[in-house]
């Protein structure tokens, strides 16, 4: 895949130029949104949706420091629709496609970092 699914401008702006501190904060963000994607994807199968809310809530600030815009405003939709309004019209949904489109940035990530 050619396209880029985050956009490290931010974090480098962050950064300022310090190489070191942006492989540090992307190997956290594997880590982290790893384990975080499989627990929605688990929390999904036991119907456990306020867990898939403040895990949403806890990963898409993460997903804004790669800028991965797509994937901050999915993950911060999730967590509106059933924290705040507890609507779960297309939660199935939505929940899948954090799921699948947030590993494939974890592995264009990886894959680019060699992590």
């Keep these: 895949m050619d396209h880029k699914l985050y956009n490290l401008k931010k974090l480098e702006e962050i950064a300022r130029g310090n190489q070191e501190f942006i492989r540090e904060m992307v190997v956290t963000f594997v880590e982290n949104v ?29 997903f804004a420091y790669l800028g991965a815009d797509g994937l901050h405003n999915l993950a911060a939709n999730i967590e509106m629709s059933v924290l705040s309004d507890n609507d779960l019209t297309g939660i199935v949904e939505k929940t899948n496609q954090l799921y699948q489109e947030g590993v494939l940035m974890v592995d264009q990530v990886k894959k680019d970092f060699n992590i």
């Design 34 to 62: 790893s384990g975080d994607l499989g627990n929605v994807l688990l929390f999904k199968s036991v119907g456990n949706w306020k867990s898939i809310g403040e895990t949403a809530h806890k990963i898409a600030s993460n």
